[in-house]
């Protein structure tokens, strides 16, 4: 199985570097996007297992960004919400998007992993599986 | 800088390149400016609107490459500077045509490259160790607003302490980190341990007392990152080698501790110490809060075991009777697999429903004789009396009805309402069955104890008129005469008189 592939669009870039470098030094391979459109954008051409996003950012919010990857390839990539409005954002606004989960900043970064160890080992909608990874 | 190019960057950042643009014209001899992807000057000579350099800066923008072209006296030159796959600032130059003037800027320039990129390396690993060290400073904050919202939750001390011990030894990366509580008042020690504690917990204690011991005016808690030096330390456990000993400060003079040991990658130092001790006085405001609580509970019971037993005591034929029937009040409780608070509710409950008796005058509690009509009257009062002395007591509300309605019957004839059935709460059914239990096993003013078989036979043949049959089967699973049996054993601490023989 190769090593899952991970988005992180952050456009505070003391996050995305912590966000980052704790998945890498996990065994994963990081993508980094500053905002939303470079978000969507590489998400569409790498195509990763899985995505942590935030929700402002310039130009595209997070939300938007992975509506539009849903509509462009069909069921979505599965993502976690990391933010500091973590608390404002309802499931109404989240509806059927693919989010595991709404994580508030400041966060544990070890609970990150975890969550995205967990996610990453839970079988999709289609009933495939990603597999553990590392 | 934004995506869409710095024409809308703060004045900061134009200061920043105008500054750079200094440099490099003193370290390089070259005027620089600096230009927006579509060729707008943001940085620059004010006399640089040469519309073909223009023209070199949109073209080098748009194709992502270094771009020139010859001009009278020189070369013009364009550099894009990308940000991921977008030019984000565009650099321009009108470089010098002379060979020994173009040499030495060769030369010149390669090493400014070099430079930046060294610079630019030393930069990543800077960033690398910011983020390592941001990423632990998460991990701390995160840590202590989990413990404060964990805080307000009611739980036993027990958990609060584990989950302490556990989100603290993640953080730390410490082998194991422990906390310890000292017994106190009657109120049992408490040791708990995440991970694995490199010696026996019962070693705890000990440690605790060393360490304490050594606690000078100048510090509040220890540090010791070479502990098999101290003798002391050493004889408790060969294999502690760093230890962080903190303080759980509870009541005058008694300390409880939280301690992290062993950590193979650092040493402990001052942020481990205090990170330890934040977790540490949460703790102990919570298991102080819990403990008063639990104080509070206990005074109460002692207070009301002492009134109720200055009533029980006027009469040698009731003495006791009040603390009998609130023991089988509990213990029936129990047996019908009650919740823990009704337990306790019901056991208050059996220990005030007498307390109306106060009421009644002594010749009437004392009589040998039978009742007549109105001095049964006025002793079947003490059910109101009762309810309406607990009424002024906020906490015990909840068994206020217990007390007022142990006399009903489930068939109605009780009183003071007669009330039927279902009506009836089921504490007070619960007392009534333990109220005529120790009144018919015990010796009375009007008759002795009654044999336990004729007992059994005569609350069995009131099942459904006087008793609940629920409760009753729960007094019989229970066992009567074990029950007896207890009150024999070990009879009320304030009666002198033995009642069953």
């Known amino acids: 199985m190769s090593t899952p592939k991970i988005l992180v669009a952050d456009d505070e870039a003391p996050i995305a570097n912590v966000v980052a470098m704790k998945l890498r030094n996990a065994g994963f391979e990081v993508i980094v996007a500053m905002d939303g459109q470079e978000a969507y954008e590489r998400a569409v051409a790498e195509r990763p297992d899985f995505i942590i996003t935030d929700l402002q950012m310039p130009g595209m919010n997070g939300l938007e960004m992975c509506t539009r990857l849903m509509a462009e390839m069909g069921g979505g990539v599965p993502a976690i919400l990391l933010t500091a409005k973590g608390f404002e954002v309802d499931s109404s606004a989240i509806g059927n998007l693919p989010i595991r989960r709404v994580m508030t900043k400041p966060f544990s970064p070890r609970e990150l992993l975890a969550l995205v160890r967990e996610s990453l080992s839970e079988p999709q909608a289609d009933g495939s599986n990603t597999g553990g990874g590392p | ?501």
């Open chain 2, 1 to 501: 800088m934004s995506a869409t190019g710095i024409a809308s960057a703060p004045a900061v950042e134009r200061q920043a390149l105008a500054v750079l643009a200094g440099t490099i014209a003193d370290d390089l001899g070259i005027e620089v400016s600096f230009h927006d992807p579509d060729g707008a000057v943001l940085v620059g000579p004010a006399d640089r609107y040469d519309e073909s350099l223009l023209r070199l800066t949109r073209k080098a923008a748009e194709t992502g490459r270094d771009a020139a072209e010859p001009t009278d006296g020189g070369l013009l030159a364009a550099w894009p500077i990308r940000r991921r796959t977008r030019t984000v600032l565009v650099a321009a130059a009108r470089l010098p045509a002379d060979g020994a003037r173009a040499g030495r800027l060769l030369v010149a320039s390669v090493g400014e490259s070099i430079r930046a990129r060294v610079a630019l390396t030393q930069a990543h690993s800077e960033t690398h160790a910011l983020s390592a060290a941001l990423s632990q400073s998460f991990e701390e904050v995160s840590l202590l607003h989990g413990l404060g919202e964990v805080l307000c939750v009611t739980q036993p001390v027990g958990e609060l302490l584990q989950r302490a011990c556990q989100e603290l030894r993640a953080c730390l990366a410490a082998e194991a980190v422990g906390a310890y509580l000292p017994a106190v008042e009657g109120m049992p020690g408490t040791t708990v341990v995440a991970g694995t504690l490199p010696m026996a917990s019962s070693s705890l204690p000990p440690l605790v007392q060393h360490v304490n011991d050594g606690l000078g005016a100048e510090h509040s808690l220890i540090i010791n990152n070479h502990c098999q030096d101290d003798p002391d330390l050493a004889g408790l456990s060969i294999a502690i080698e760093r230890l962080v000993l903190v303080p759980l400060p509870l009541r005058e003079g008694v300390n409880g501790a939280m301690v992290a040991v062993n950590r193979r990658e650092a040493e402990f130092g001052s942020p481990d110490a205090k990170l330890v001790r934040s977790v540490a006085g949460s703790c102990a405001i919570f298991v102080e809060n819990h403990r008063l609580y639990q104080d509070l509970q206990q005074l109460m019971l002692d207070l009301v075991r002492a009134l109720v037993s200055s009533i029980d005591a006027k009469d040698p034929y009731t003495c006791g009777h009040s603390e009998r029937v609130a023991i089988t009040c509990r213990e029936v409780a129990r047996r019908m697999s009650l919740p823990d608070d009704q337990v306790e509710a019901i056991y208050l409950a059996g220990l005030l429903h007498d307390i109306g008796k106060i009421g009644t005058p002594e010749h009437i509690l004392l009589k040998t004789g039978k009742l007549d009509p109105e001095e049964r009257r006025i002793i079947n009062q003490h059910p109101v009396v009762g309810a309406r002395i607990l009424s002024g007591v906020k906490r015990l509300q909840h068994i206020r009805e217990a007390v007022l309605y142990h006399h009903e019957r489930l068939d109605g004839s009780g009183y003071p309402e007669s009330l039927r059935g279902d009506g009836i709460p089921t504490f007070a059914r619960i007392v009534g069955l333990a109220d005529a239990f120790d009144a018919m096993t015990s010796n009375r003013p009007y008759r002795p104890m009654l044999p336990l078989e004729y007992v059994v036979r005569e609350i069995e043949r009131n099942v459904g008129r006087q008793f609940d049959v629920q409760v009753v089967d729960a007094l019989f699973a229970i066992g009567p005469a074990r029950l007896i049996q207890q009150f024999v054993d070990r009879p009320s601490s304030v009666c002198a008189e033995l009642i069953h023989p």
